[in-house]
């Protein structure tokens, strides 16, 4: 499916996974029967659809020397 995403063709699908085309056609027709889709273009569209966004992860903010949090217990401690 991520070949086809990138416009990759049956072919190129074929030979970046080590499979034969006719395998990738099979992977295919099995995948429309099963999403109710007929044609690529619908699947992915529908694949675009179901898909949440992958987002970056956050990268905490720095925090200065001697900065202090403040633990569940309530007691202060120092970061150094």
């Known amino acids: 499916?991520?070949?086809l995403a990138q416009g990759l063709g049956g072919k190129e699908a074929a030979d970046m996974l080590g499979?034969?085309?006719p395998t990738v056609?099979?992977?295919?027709?099995r995948i429309f029967s099963k999403t109710d889709t007929v044609r690529q273009a619908d699947l992915l569209r529908?694949?675009?659809?179901?898909?949440?966004?992958?987002?970056?992860?956050?990268?905490?903010?720095a925090r200065g020397s001697g900065d202090r949090i403040?633990?569940?217990?309530?007691?202060?401690?120092?970061?150094?």
């Open 1 to 3: 499916m991520l070949a």
């Open 19 to 21: 499979i034969s085309e």
């Open 25 to 29: 056609r099979t992977h295919l027709q």
């Open 46 to 61: 529908l694949l675009h659809n179901s898909t949440p966004p992958i987002q970056a992860p956050q990268r905490p903010a």
């Open 70 to 80: 403040i633990c569940s217990d309530d007691a202060a401690a120092a970061v150094e």
